[in-house]
T-cell receptor, first 113, second 114 residues
Framework: DTGVSQDPRHKITKRGQNVTFRCDPI?????LYWYRQTLGQGPEFLTY????????KSRLLSDRFSAERPKGSFSTLEIQRTEQGDSAMYLC???????????FGSGTRLTVV | AQTVTQSQPEMSVQEAETVTLSCTYD???????LFWYKQPPSRQMILVIR??????QNATENRFSVNFQKAAKSFSLKISDSQLGDTAMYFC???????????FGPGTRLSVLP
C-alpha cells in the first residue's frame, strides 16, 4: 500500500493554457474523488468515480474541467483554457466502497499566471 | 445542503497544554459521520478522529477526543498534552450516510508553542 499518489506536485502555467493532473489511487480502492482547495479554505468536492463511472459532478466543475478514470484505475483531471481563478490545490482521494480506508493524496498545487 | 462552520480561524496553545477546537454543522439527516482532519504544511490530509452520529459515546484516539452533541449539532475536538507536531490546519468534515463526498469547514490554524 503506497498511498494515493498525485503528479505533479506543483504546476505553474500561463493563463489560457491547458493542464492535466494525474491521480493514482490505492490499488484495491474502487472509489476516487477530486477536491479543490483554495488558500485558507477547506477542500471542496468536485467529482467522484466508482470504478470507471463518473457518478457525481459538483457545479464547481465548469465546462472547462473534465475528469476521466479509464479502466477504473488512475484518474486524470484536465483544465482547459486556465484562468487565474483556477489557482488552487487539487486533492485526490480514494476509498473502497463507502468510507473504508478513505485516503487523501498530497495534492497538486496549480498556479495560473 | 449540509454546511460546516469552524468559528476559530486561528488558535495557539503551549506545548503540553490542552486545547479545544470548535465545529458546528447543519444537516437534516439523522445518520451521518463527522471527522476531524489535520493538514500539516506537507499538505496531506490526515484523519485524526471520526464519529458515527448513531453512537452516543464520544470517540477518542490517544490524545485526541471529541465532544459530540447531536442535538446542538456540535462536534468539538480536544487535544490533550499538545505537541509541536500537532501544529497544522485542522478541518472538521461531514459526510452523509451514502458516503459520497465530504463537506469541509474552513479550518482552524493551530500553532503549538514551545
Amino acid at each position: 500500500d503506497t498511498g494515493v499518489s498525485q503528479d505533479p506536485r506543483h504546476k505553474i502555467t500561463k493563463r489560457g493554457q491547458n493542464v492535466t493532473f494525474r491521480c493514482d489511487p490505492i490499488s484495491e480502492h474502487n472509489r476516487l474523488y477530486w477536491y479543490r482547495q483554495t488558500l485558507g479554505q477547506g477542500p471542496e468536492f468536485l467529482t467522484y468515480f466508482q470504478n470507471e463511472a463518473q457518478l457525481e459532478k459538483s457545479r464547481l466543475l465548469s465546462d472547462r474541467f473534465s475528469a476521466e478514470r479509464p479502466k477504473g484505475s488512475f484518474s486524470t483531471l484536465e483544465i482547459q483554457r486556465t484562468e487565474q481563478g483556477d489557482s488552487a490545490m487539487y486533492l485526490c482521494a480514494s476509498s473502497r466502497q463507502g468510507l473504508w480506508g478513505y485516503t487523501f493524496g498530497s495534492g497538486t498545487r496549480l498556479t495560473v499566471v | 445542503a449540509q454546511t460546516v462552520t469552524q468559528s476559530q480561524p486561528e488558535m495557539s496553545v503551549q506545548e503540553a497544554e490542552t486545547v479545544t477546537l470548535s465545529c458546528t454543522y447543519d444537516t437534516s439527516e439523522n445518520n451521518y459521520y463527522l471527522f476531524w482532519y489535520k493538514q500539516p504544511p506537507s499538505r496531506q490530509m490526515i484523519l485524526v478522529i471520526r464519529q458515527e452520529a448513531y453512537k452516543q459515546q464520544n470517540a477518542t484516539e490517544n490524545r485526541f477526543s471529541v465532544n459530540f452533541q447531536k442535538a446542538a449539532k456540535s462536534f468539538s475536538l480536544k487535544i490533550s498534552d499538545s505537541q509541536l507536531g500537532d501544529t497544522a490546519m485542522y478541518f472538521c468534515a461531514f459526510i452523509d450516510n451514502y458516503g459520497q463526498n465530504f463537506v469541509f469547514g474552513p479550518g482552524t490554524r493551530l500553532s503549538v508553542l514551545p
